[in-house]
C-alpha cells in the first residue's frame, strides 16, 4: 500500500488513509500547531488539531507524516509513498513488538554473570505510565494526553520512574509516555541516535503533544528554554500535600510561540525537579528547533536515568553489556560506539 499524495482537505474517507493515521497516532504523531500564518503566530493562544483516523488525508495528517519523515531522517514532502510507507510500517512492527513482547514484562536477557567483571545483568522491567488507582479517575482530556499505559527501563531506573509516577499521581496529577527502551535493530536517523541512552534502558520520553501545545490545559507546562536551551517541566497537579504549588509561571513556550513570552497560573510540581532528585537529568532543546525547525527538536519530553554514570569512566559498552550478552550486540549499530564515554563523546 502506498498513498501518493498529500492532498489537502481530500473529501472522501479512505481505509488506506485511516490505516496511516492509526500508524502515525500509536508513534506518538498527535496533531498540528504550527501557525498556517504569521497573523496566527502572534496569538498566545494555540490552534490545536488533533490527529483522527478518519480517512481524511487533510492538513493535520499531512502534518505528521512530515514529523515522521524528519524523525526518520527521510525526505520531507508529506507524502506516503513507498519509502515513507515502509519506513511507516516498519516502525510500527517495531513498536508493537515492543509492546507486546515478553520484554515488555519483565525479563533478564542472561542469568550468568556478565563479561565485564562480577557485575550482574539487569532486568527489564515493565512499568505502568499511571497508577490503576489514578488511571480509573482519569478524564477523557487527561486519557487522550496520557500516551503509552505502560513501557520497559532497566530495573534501577524503573524503580526511580515508579516512585515519581507515584508522587504526582498522589497530588492528583498524571504522567505521561511515548516509550522507553528501544530495540537494538531501530533504525538510526538524525533524530534517533546510536548512543541513545534509550538503548541501555536508561530513557523515557513523555508523551510529545502533551505539552507545549495549549498551556492553560496541558497536563505538562514547559518554560524556557534557559541560555544553555534547557527546559524546566511543569506537571499539573490537583492537590498541594507536600509538593503542589499554586504559581503564576512566566517563561511559558509552546511549539508555536518558543521564546518563553507566555504565563498561565495553576497548581503544579516542578517535575525536572523531581526527576533530577530520584536520578532523571533533562537533555537540551536542538539549535533547530529554536531556529524554527519541526516539533521533534524541541526534547522536553526527554529524560535519563544517569545515577551510576561516571564521567570519563563508564562506557556505551559496558552499559549495553549490563542488558545484552556481547552475541546480541555484535553488528547492531549501537555495539560500533562501545568505546564512547560518559561526559566526554557520550551523554
Known amino acids: 500500500m502506498a498513498l501518493r499524495y498529500p492532498m489537502p482537505d481530500h473529501p472522501t474517507p479512505r481505509e488506506d488513509v485511516a490505516a496511516v493515521q492509526r500508524m502515525l497516532i500509536g508513534l506518538g504523531y498527535r496533531g498540528l500547531t504550527q501557525p498556517e500564518s504569521k497573523a496566527q503566530a502572534s496569538v498566545a493562544q494555540p490552534m490545536v488539531f488533533r490527529l483522527r483516523d478518519d480517512g481524511i488525508y487533510g492538513p493535520v495528517t499531512e502534518s505528521a507524516v512530515e514529523a515522521f519523515q524528519e524523525d526518520e531522517g527521510i525526505l520531507t514532502d508529506g507524502v506516503v509513498g513507498s519509502v515513507t510507507m515502509g519506513f511507516l510500517e516498519e516502525a510500527w512492527a517495531r513498536r508493537a513488538n515492543e509492546l507486546s513482547s515478553p520484554a515488555a514484562g519483565g525479563f533478564l536477557v542472561e542469568d550468568s554473570r556478565a563479561v565485564m567483571g562480577q557485575q550482574e545483568r539487569l532486568r527489564l522491567e515493565r512499568v505502568a505510565t499511571n497508577t490503576p488507582e489514578r488511571v480509573a479517575k482519569m478524564t477523557k482530556r487527561e486519557e487522550e494526553y496520557a500516551g503509552y499505559p505502560h513501557f520497559s ?179 547492531t549499530p549501537p555495539w560500533s560506539y562501545r568505546d564512547w564515554t560518559f561526559g566526554i563523546n557520550w551523554n
Not at 504522567?175 to 535493530?185: A, D, E, F, P, V
Not at 495549549?214 to 506537571?235: C, K, M, Q
Not at 498561565?264 to 539549535?287: M, P, Q, V, Y
Request: charged share 25%; glycine share 12%; with cysteine.
Open 153 to 331: 527501563l532497566r530495573a534501577d531506573a524503573a524503580e526511580a520512574w515508579c516512585r515519581v509516577r507515584d508522587i504526582v499521581n498522589d497530588h492528583g496529577g498524571i504522567l505521561t509516555s511515548s516509550g522507553g527502551i528501544r530495540g537494538l535493530s531501530t533504525r538510526v536517523s538524525p533524530g534517533r541516535s546510536a548512543t541513545s541512552m534509550h538503548y541501555v534502558g536508561r530513557a523515557v520520553d513523555l508523551q510529545i503533544y502533551s505539552g507545549m501545545v495549549d498551556p492553560e490545559n496541558d497536563p505538562l507546562v514547559i518554560t524556557g528554554p534557559d541560555a544553555e536551551r534547557f527546559w524546566t517541566v511543569w506537571v499539573r497537579v490537583k492537590y498541594k500535600k507536600d509538593l503542589g504549588q499554586d504559581l503564576e509561571l512566566t517563561g511559558v513556550s509552546t511549539d508555536r510561540v518558543r521564546d518563553g513570552s507566555l504565563s498561565t497560573s495553576g497548581r503544579f510540581i516542578n517535575l525536572t525537579a523531581l526527576f533530577a532528585e530520584h536520578g532523571f537529568e533533562r537533555i537540551r532543546c536542538r539549535k533547530s528547533f529554536l531556529k524554527g525547525g519541526m516539533r521533534i527538536g524541541a526534547e522536553f519530553w526527554h529524560f535519563q536515568y544517569e545515577k551510576g554514570l561516571v564521567p570519563g569512566v563508564s562506557t556505551f559498552g559496558a552499559e549495553l553489556k549490563r542488558l545484552y550478552p556481547v552475541s546480541a550486540l555484535e553488528k
